[in-house]
Each structure stands twice: as C-alpha cells, then as structure tokens.
C-alpha cells in the first residue's frame, strides 16, 4: 500500500526543512532506514531515512524546495500502484524539469511570462537589430554562474561531500558545485579527484580585471537580477531577529580596555602549552564566565513572568558559516580553563561550519559573544539572541597612544560594547558586570585568585 513522505522533524526549533538533494529518483526501489534524502534544517544538514519497503513512486518536492513539517514530500509505495488518491491536493512537479526550474526561479523569471517576453524581443529586434544587440549581450554577462567561494558569496555543500573531500584532502574551495542553487555534491568531489594532481597545486592565479565600457548615448534598461531561495538556516535568523530587535527592549553599553596583559599572558600559556593554541578569544570566554559568575543578573533570561536565573555560564560563541550564524555553546564555561575553552571551541567551531553540531550543541546558551575583531572591525553593537539578557560584541585590539601618569604610553586596547535586555538587565547592573569583565581582562592574575 503506498504511503506518504512527510517532512521530519530533525531539530528541536525546525518548522519547515528544505530538500537539499534527493539520494534517490523515482522508480528506486528504496527499504527501510536507507539515506532517502538530505535535508536542510535551520542549523544543519541532515539525512532522512525511508520509513518504509518499496518503490520512490512520486516526488512531490524537489530539490531547493521548502516544505512545512508534517507537509508530503514523496510517495512510497508498490511498483506501478495507482496513487491517484494520495496525489489528490499535492500534485508533484516533474523531477526532470528541476534543473530549469531552478534556473527559472533563481531569475525571478516566470516561463509563461518569458515566452510572451522572448516573442516581444524578436519583434522589436527585427524592427530595431542596432538597438537590441546591447541588451542581449547584456543578458548574456548576467546569466547566473556558479562562482569560487572567494569572491564572498557562500557555497552550499552537502554532508557527503564534506565528509568525502576530507577523506581525500579534495579542496572545496577549488571545487564548483553541479548541484541546484551552485551546490556541492558527491559527484562533484568524484570530478575532483580525477584532475591530474598538477592542477591542484599552487594558488590559483587572478584574472585580469574586465571594465565594462559603455557606449556614449546609449540607454539602458533596468539592471537584470536573479532571486536565490533563502536556506532554513538564513530564513531562522531573519525571524529571530525579528522577535529581537522589535520586542526585546535594547540598551548598550561600550568600555575601552587594556589588552597588554592578557595578551602576554596568552603568549606564555601557548609557549607552555603550544598544543592548546589559545586565542584571545578564548581568553575573553573565559573572562566573561567569571564575571556573569559574580553578577547573576545577567546570567539570566527573560522567561514571560518570570526572570530564569543560571547556575553557570553557558557562553554561546557566534561563528560564521557559508549558510549564516551559528552560535556553538561551551557549557559551564566558569568551570574550565582556558585551554580547554580553546580545544573546545576549536572543536565545536569545525563541526558548526560542516554543520554536523547536534541541536543540544547549539541550543541554550545563557550569555553570547560576537567578535569581529579578526576582520579588523573596532566597535559594533549585536544582536540580542532571545531569550539570553544580554551579548557581548568584541572589536579589534590595537595599538594606541593612551595617556599614563602623565605620559603617553602605547598600549593594546580593544572596545567592546554589551548589548541588554533592559526588562532584566538594567544599567547599572550591566555597568557593573563590565567593570568587573574589564578589571580581569587588564589585570588576569585575578582568575587565579578565586572569586
């Protein structure tokens, strides 16, 4: 008897999941508990496996496409079984159109609308050739391509093809995905470990800059553009957001501080411990761990009617990933020490960007800390992630002239700014939790010293 693929739940805060890549086509027999599809989560990519034995009769959405949980995605059943019924108010789009489906839809392009359009063009083309020429070779430049990763734009990659070019040192940011939307798969990493080793090697060399010339007089039309489907991950951010700066009532707060002790005490602890590879990072996690320790009211959250006060510190660490934000959590932050805040940061921070973190990983922070610090970004403000009362948003550290005792000195400075829910942090009490975050990031021997 045919039965119904329906959208799994395969994490905690899911609503909806996007197909990434089906491992399977129609007319596969499939049994149960083999890989059926892998699916896009908010926070990751996983694979769905089939519920039953049978024949994949019917797909009824492709790949990039999105469905609600519960919503039927597929049809499972017996060889040439009439599934007229179950089609009844979810018809299937055809697999094989998928590929100009996409194309159709990352152009914001609708195709009946583009044949009537392509019919208009060829008219006025014959009736004008010297006018048309222009904006045909202008489409022809705006054609979507799938680019390298290094010009900024993220790569979709699926859970099998990360794990295949880490097993075989294949280079992902070499590689150009075949899959929908430019993504990443299994063949793709195949291709790539024919090419002859002599084509891996060296950095690739940059391309002469083109410079579009226009021509003196001419008009042009408004620019051509393509639309990409968000993924789960980007769609989760912008409603959390949402529900954060709209709501959540933001106040901030910004102090300088003093970075030269701790970076000489981060430099002995790598000398000692050259393994650990602590970061100044690390370092701050640390610090910031002791101190919400010491102001509890900002180790809190807001919980509706009541104020939820934590134990420990539980810092969720953002890291960025080619599909959006993520913040991995070290639990009880408070407790560890700062190699091994460092060896687990490193850690979590791996799995995040090949999006293997399980959602016990991610979910339940109670304090979070931003740093852009690395991109050269002095001072910004974050966002803050509901229902945490407060984040941390860490810029560069610098050399500056800084008067002491009547004479300027040099020092390592870094600003930092707190962003506070202000219907439980107020300002006094976040005033004081960075008075003391900064009292220990300048004078580090107090994290040895006990509380």
């Known amino acids: 008897m045919a039965t119904q693929v329906v959208m799994p739940k395969l994490s905690p805060t899911m609503e909806e999941g996007q197909v990434a890549r089906w491992l399977k086509k129609e007319g596969d027999k499939v049994s149960m508990g083999e890989p059926l599809a892998e699916i896009d989560t908010d926070k990751a990519t996983m694979e769905m496996q089939a519920l039953s034995n049978g024949v994949l009769l019917k797909i009824l959405v492709n790949d990039g496409e999105s469905a609600p949980l519960g919503e039927p995605i597929a049809i499972v059943g017996e060889k040439d079984e009439d599934i007229s019924e179950l089609l009844k108010g979810k018809k299937g789009k055809p697999p094989k159109a998928e590929e100009e489906k996409a194309e159709e839809k990352s152009e914001g392009k609708d195709p ?17 050739p010297q006018k048309a020429a222009p904006a045909k070779e202008e489409e022809k430049e705006t054609k979507p391509t799938v680019q390298p990763s290094g010009d900024g734009r993220r790569k979709l990659i699926s859970p099998i093809a990360a794990r295949m070019a880490a097993e075989t040192g294949v280079d992902l940011k070499a590689v150009q995905g075949s899959g929908p939307g430019g993504r990443i798969v299994k063949r793709d990493i195949e291709v790539a470990m024919e090419e002859p080793k002599g084509a891996k090697g060296g950095a690739p060399r940059l391309k002469p800059l083109a410079l579009a010339q226009g021509q003196p007089g001419a008009t042009y039309e408004p620019s051509a553009y393509r639309d990409e489907p968000l993924s789960e991950r980007r769609r989760t951010i912008a409603r959390r957001l949402v529900t954060s700066l709209g709501p959540v009532p933001h106040f901030f707060l ?79 932050a408070d407790l ?51 229902p945490e009362a407060a984040i941390l948003a860490i810029g560069a550290m610098a050399e500056k002239p800084v008067a002491r005792g ?45 509380s």
Request: aromatic share 6%; proline share 3%.
């Open 112 to 128: 009946k609308k583009e044949a009537k359009k392509e019919e208009e063009t060829e008219a006025e083309e014959a009736a004008e």
């Open 254 to 332: 910004t102090t300088e501080i003093e970075m030269d002790r701790a970076a000489d005490m981060r430099q002995q602890i790598n000398t000692l411990y050259p393994e650990a590879k602590v970061s100044i990072n690390d370092v701050i996690i640390k610090v910031a761990a002791v101190a919400l320790i010491q102001h509890p009211q900002v180790n809190a959250s807001f919980q509706d009617k009541t104020v939820r006060f934590y134990e420990h510190a539980d810092i969720g660490v953002a890291v960025a990933t080619e599909n959006g934000l993520i913040t991995p959590v070290v639990r009880s």
């Open 336 to 386: 560890k020490s700062i190699t091994d805040i460092a060896t687990e940061v490193r850690e979590l921070a791996g799995r995040a960007r090949a999006r293997k973190l399980k959602p016990e990983e991610y979910l339940g922070a109670t304090f979070s800390i931003s740093n852009l610090g690395m991109f050269g970004i002095d001072e910004f403000t974050a966002v803050i992630n509901p």
């Open 406 to 450: 009547g004479e300027v000195k040099i020092r390592q400075m870094m600003r930092v700014t707190m962003s506070c829910d202000h219907r439980v942090v107020d300002g006094a009490v976040g005033a004081q939790f960075l008075q003391t975050f900064k009292q220990i990031l300048e004078n580090p021997l107090y994290l040895f010293l006990g």
